[in-house]
């Protein structure tokens, strides 16, 4: 599995935090558990709840970092930490483009 390192600020101090790459059945798992789906009327419409996605996929695909991997301790990330994580998360488990 791949595996990519990212520096973030924490506590005031610079850290690195090793992000790996989910398993077919993380992801599945991940897109399940942020999925809501809603009845109106006789419909059913699904809507991605990003939170939980964001949360949740960080996460997962955190293997080592300055912090205890929680999901509180995810919550409580400079925004812009937490952002650059799941960019770079997301990048980490996208599909490789073939030319």
Do not use: W
């Not at 695909?61 to 930490?81: E, V």
């Not at 799941?86 to 030319?99: F, G, I, M, Q, V």
Request: charged share 40%; net charge positive; hydrophobic share 30%.
């Amino acid at each position: 599995m791949k595996t990519k390192e990212v520096e973030i600020t924490h506590n005031g101090s610079p850290g690195k935090v090793v992000l790996q790459e989910l398993t077919f059945g993380d992801k599945n798992e991940l897109l399940e558990q942020a999925t809501e789906n809603v009845f109106r009327g006789d419909k059913m419409e699904s809507k991605m709840n990003v939170r939980i996605l964001k949360e949740l996929g960080l996460l997962k695909g955190i293997k080592k970092a300055p912090f205890d991997i929680t999901t509180d301790n995810i919550r409580k990330l400079r925004a812009t930490d937490g952002e650059k994580l799941y960019k770079e998360l997301d990048k980490l488990n996208s599909p490789e483009k073939k030319d």
